[in-house]
């Protein structure tokens, strides 16, 4: 059986703020950098024996947090690209436009220059097939949280509206057996449950 760790990087400054940045390249907060060195002993004991990153700095440094300094950077595992919307903060958008920002967090809606729900979810899941055929049996994977919701969407039909945002610097498990996809864990922080996790 082959078991996939989807881990979020720690919380970034734009998420301590509550600014969405999509592929923005921001730096982990103070309080990210400690969430990561948290989770480490959790990831440890995973003994993954293949790491891919994203290659957006707020992921990298996680990695490196993690102990993972030498993993794999992928283009393909950055966030959605959230076009004009990038920089804004949440409450502004809302404000301006709630059915539009419910829309794009339910994945029905595009902000403009932005990815689509449908263009990310293939992107994603390719990504993950093209490592999985790489991996022997344990995979894992820093990134970010539309990343692992595009990933229970793909792998696991569970739209993004009904999944919570996954909270920084927490891990997600699925299990690979006979060629179906099982959720073993999902968003576990060692310091507990996130349930207003910033996008």
Known sequence: MMRIFLVRHGESEWNSVRRLQGQADIDLSARGVAQAEALRPVIEAMAPDHVLTSDLLRARKTAALLGF????????FREIDVGDWTGHAIADLIAADEEAYRGWRAGTFVPPQGESWHDFRSRTLKALTDACDATRDRLLVVCHGGVIRALLDGLLSLPPKRIIPVG?????VLALSDGHFRLE???????GPVFDAPD
């Open 185 to 191: 864990s999902f968003n576990f922080s060692p310091n």
């Open 168 to 172: 920084p610097a927490s891990v997600t």
């Open 69 to 76: 300094e030498d993993a794999v950077r992928s283009r393909e």
